[in-house]
């Protein structure tokens, strides 16, 4: 091989070099501009697809409260699609969808797409979040559509912190603390009032006997004869 040619196979191969380093690098800012977590469970069926799928817990692990599934669906076809419901199979929770807007159906609109979680958006709310997930598992999650039927795929269990807090399920309010009982006294007990003593009768604890012979005793005639 000439001179030339090694030089020009040599210009090649950095040029090459050059042009897969920046396509690598363009993919790694675009990625981490979308916040594209690579773990996020994905799957497509037909012209539906559905990315970033996780089922959201509560950021306290002893927290009680709902968790949410949070996704993305994209529809490639030329008609809308009903998300009519989603299920997480092997549990018996149900997962209760509502609109961003209204109380209408939730749609993926022809060649567009729904979020599901975060503010603005969709929800799906698992109403006992922590009976049917455990952080760090694996859940099925099977989303139900229109026309495309049925698309499962396993997501993963994760709290609501960090890049998940913004998804995550609201916080059950605190309970409000108990009211005390009004108390007349200072032993906390109500003293109940002292019945009158009726005439004739014997007196109350603590009255001397005199008082409760002047009340029940007869009037006594006056002493002396007649002629």
């Given amino acids: 091989m000439s001179r030339s040619l ?36 994905a799957t ?43 299920t997480l199979p092997g549990t018996d929770v149900q997962v209760k969808l509502q609109a961003a ?34 952080d760090g598992n694996i859940q099925q999650v099977v989303f139900k559509l229109s026309r495309t039927g049925d698309v499962g795929l396993g997501a993963t269990v994760v709290p609501a912190e960090g ?7 609201s916080a059950l309010p605190a309970s409000p603390a108990p009211k005390p009982s009004a108390t007349p006294d200072a032993t906390g007990s109500a003293t109940p009032e002292t019945p009158e003593t ?7 604890t603590g009255e001397s006997p005199a008082a409760g012979a002047e009340q029940g005793a007869p009037e006594t005639a006056t002493a002396g004869t007649t002629g």
Wanted: charged share 15%; aromatic share 4%; net charge negative.
């Fill in 44 to 86: 497509s069926v037909g012209t539906v697809k559905v990315q970033n799928v996780n089922v959201i817990t509560q950021a306290d692990p002893e927290a009680e409260g709902p968790a949410v599934v949070a996704a993305t669906l994209f529809n490639d076809g030329t008609e809308n699609e009903v998300l009519e419901s989603i």
């Fill in 198 to 204: 009726p005439a004739g009768e014997a007196p109350a």
């Fill in 101 to 134: 807007k209204g109380s209408g159906p939730v749609e993926v609109p022809a060649g567009g797409q729904l979020v599901l979680g975060g503010k603005g958006n969709a929800s799906a709310v698992i109403a006992e979040g922590r009976e049917a997930t455990q």
């Fill in 6 to 41: 090694r030089h020009g196979a040599l210009a090649a191969t950095a040029i090459a070099f050059s042009i897969v380093s920046l396509s690598a690098c363009a993919a790694g800012n675009h990625a981490e501009t979308l916040k594209v977590r690579p773990d996020n469970a």
């Fill in 163 to 169: 890049y998940y807090e913004d998804f995550g399920p």
